[in-house]
T-cell receptor, first 117, second 114 residues
């Protein structure tokens, strides 16, 4: 299995620009999660989907952030306009809902390191 | 009170010693408990899952769960310098709209020195 795939791995952009991060979950997984990690705040859940439907977006910091999952194998996280405080590592993770153990084991992608100057 | 709390660390142990990492959680309905290892500059990697009270062993790693006391721990025997990383405790949130979601602790930095 290829694991969770994220692109790009690194993104450097100027304040005010639009940034789009991409994620391909593990085939067969029905949950997809977007996290942000910084030294100050640790790992934060931004939004997650179940069967392509957003379940909880309470972690999305502002209206500048949006996420979509048009199909079971692709999701995007968009920041528009970007700000320096958005600089962080963004992880995508996926899991499969099992009715009995092992359940909810999440597997992370390699992350996208975003720098907004 | 944070939902998932880990001992603050950093934790430093000599090579060959036992490293003990602890985690407490607040949601009594939680059913699934995980330990992730994260090397600097890398993504979290799932190393242990535990669902029932007691111990679960996998190689040099032992996870311990006590639901009555709401704590989960990870023991690393014969610690190696390659074990130096941040260890994240994660707990699933029970039911409702949070089904499938994990709550992560802040992590404990472990350093194993030769």
């Amino acid at each position: 299995d290829a694991g969770v795939i994220q692109s790009p791995r690194h993104e450097v952009t100027e304040m005010g620009q639009e940034v789009t991060l991409r994620c391909k979950p593990i085939s067969g997984h029905d949950y997809l999660f977007w996290y942000r990690q910084t030294m100050m705040r640790g790992l934060e859940l931004l939004i997650y989907f179940n069967n392509n439907v957003p379940i909880d977006d309470s972690g999305m910091p502002e209206d500048r952030f949006s996420a979509k999952m048009p199909n079971a194998s692709f999701s995007t996280l968009k920041i528009q306009p970007s700000e320096p405080r958005d600089s962080a590592v963004y992880f995508c993770a996926s899991s499969f809902a099992e009715p009995r153990p092992p359940y909810y084991e999440q597997y992370f992608g390699p992350g996208t390191r975003l720098t907004v100057t | 009170q944070k939902e998932v709390e880990q001992n603050s660390g950093p934790l430093s142990v000599p090579e060959g010693a036992i490293a003990s990492l602890n985690c407490t959680y607040s949601d009594r309905g939680s059913q699934s408990f995980f330990w992730y290892r994260q090397y600097s500059g890398k993504s979290p990697e799932l190393i242990m899952s535990i669902y029932s009270n007691g111990d679960k062993e996998d190689g040099r790693f032992t996870a311990q769960l006590n639901k009555a006391s709401q704590y989960v721990s990870l023991l690393i025997r014969d610690s190696q310098p390659s074990d130096s990383a941040t260890y994240l405790c994660a707990v699933n949130t029970a039911g409702g709209t949070s089904y499938g979601k994990l709550t992560f602790g802040q992590g404990t930095i472990l350093t194993v020195h030769p």
